[in-house]
């Protein structure tokens, strides 16, 4: 199988372990990814909190030029971007004179052909069964709170997918793979998102009663399939234990985490041993 | 100011935050759902069902002023519960992007607006995101706003242990045609507000 890859920029900086796990994990499915050339940022929370034409406008762009490479789908393994994505596809898809208008500010025809996808709608694309098939090292010790964050479920009428109250996508896949998952209230709750360097105490406080509530309904370890909540679960966990007094020690894996585990890659093949907060 | 100019200057607000965010303030019929799931409502000086209703009166330049909506996470709950499918989280947006382009935001939420300023400036710059510039220019702009030196220092001791990690490249990566990028920003916004 063969897509396009848009990797955003947070997978080619501080998520790079993501970046590292997903890879790895897909060239043994046997999925082949072309990284988009030369695409640009999706503008993020900064370009639809302050330009709504730009935050269509950019990634716009780089659906023309996932087209112009020929390929009718696209990996965004991160939610923010493949929410914008599929918001300005779907903004342009519904406004032939917007379309023609972006077309002309982003320098190509954009026709908005181009299916995107985020990690856990590749892997199931891949197939429960194949991967059930492919594991090597049973994730028996694992009880995962799966936790969906906000755009990989919401808005439901941009982004289609799952049950954006009661999302089951990623415990069908840990499940799959012989993991256990708990049954908890914050998996479709808010982290903090984009605003760990703006305004930290919103992170903290989101975030700590996310790993509050998973570790309350008994798991032992968070999975995430987005960077930035990925960032603030992990790399601000000791903030929020040294703010709150506490001590959460909840590992939190990206789903390639545990797929790659699954599929029997050691940890440092998959950069887990980069995250923050190791396992005890 | 006459009471009649600022009834205009408020009246114009709604239909650029309606086409804006494409929808339609006088279907909200104040049913408070979107406030119920915020997850950042409880501190909020107006929550988002108070703001729709501001705006229904035509009290615009309130909201314009509300710190909630910079407070906003953006997390999309809001419009996903509406059973008007009122897009609150797009209102939200349109609010942000016309407070910061009047200059009204308010005092305490400057850093969040730097902060996106900041980061809307490196890519326009980069075509990709640059952290490490980012973080260097979003600190050095709050400094210069607020003069706090310990805003300034906060968070140093995470970059050796994102440089052990691997985490961060001392040089970001960029889009090789950067100037289509800049023509993409010229064409879609006044520069000068970044």
């Known amino acids: ?280 | 100011m006459k009471l009649e100019n600022v009834v205009s200057e408020t009246a114009s607000v709604v239909p650029l935050v309606e086409s804006l965010a494409h929808t339609r303030i006088w279907d909200c019929y104040q049913c408070g759902k979107c406030t119920a799931g915020c997850p950042m409502a409880a501190g909020m000086d107006i929550p988002p069902t108070r703001l729709i209703r501001l705006l229904q009166l035509g009290h615009a330049e309130r909201a314009l002023e509300a710190q909630a909506i910079w407070q906003c996470v953006s997390c999309q709950t809001c419009a996903t519960r509406c059973p008007k499918s009122v897009d609150c989280a797009g209102v939200m947006d349109a609010l942000r992007q016309l407070s910061a382009e009047r200059g009204v935001a308010t005092p305490e939420q400057q850093r969040t607006v730097l902060f996106q300023k900041a980061f809307l400036r490196n890519i326009r710059r980069n075509g990709r995101l640059n952290e490490l510039e980012l973080i260097g220019e979003f600190k050095f702009s709050t400094f210069l706003h607020g003069r706090s030196l310990s805003f300034l220092f906060k968070d140093a001791t995470l970059a050796p242990q994102l440089m052990k990690r691997k985490k961060f490249h001392l040089v970001g990566e960029k889009a090789h045609d950067r100037a289509v990028v800049a023509r993409i920003f010229a064409r879609c916004m006044d520069n000068s507000l970044l």
């Open chain 1, 1 to 280: 199988m063969n897509l396009a890859y848009y990797p955003g920029c947070a997978l080619h900086g501080s998520s790079n372990d993501y970046e590292q796990s997903l890879r790895a994990c897909l060239e043994t499915l046997d999925v082949h990814l072309k990284e988009i050339d030369d695409w640009i940022c999706c503008g993020a929370t900064a370009a639809h909190s302050l330009n709504q034409k730009l935050s269509v406008a950019l990634p716009a762009r780089n659906l023309a030029l996932a087209e112009d490479e020929g390929f009718r789908e696209m990996l965004a393994p991160c939610p923010m971007c493949s929410m914008q994505l599929l918001k300005a596809r779907k903004a342009l898809a519904e406004d032939e004179a917007l379309r023609r208008s972006v077309s002309e500010i982003v320098e190509l025809e954009v026709r908005g052909e181009t299916q995107v996808l985020n990690l856990i709608q590749l892997f199931e694309t891949i197939g429960l069964d194949r991967l059930k098939a492919a594991v090597k090292a049973p994730l028996g010790s694992i009880c995962a709170a799966c936790y969906y964050g906000c755009l990989l479920t919401r808005p439901a009428s941009v982004v289609e997918f799952d049950d954006c109250e009661q999302p089951r996508s990623m415990e069908k896949i840990l499940e799959a793979l012989g993991g256990k998952t708990v049954d908890w209230n914050y998996r479709t709750e808010c982290c903090g998102a984009g605003m760990t360097m703006a305004n930290e105490q919103t992170v903290l406080d989101l975030s700590h009663k996310i790993l509050s509530n998973a570790a309350a309904h008994g798991a032992n370890c968070l999975v995430v399939a987005c960077p930035m909540c990925h960032v603030n679960l992990d790399m601000k966990q000791p903030a929020i234990e040294r703010h709150y007094g506490v001590r959460h020690a909840m590992p939190i894996y990206y789903l390639s985490d545990v797929v790659g585990l699954a599929l029997g890659f050691k940890p440092e093949a998959l950069g887990i041993d980069r995250h923050f907060v190791r396992k005890a």
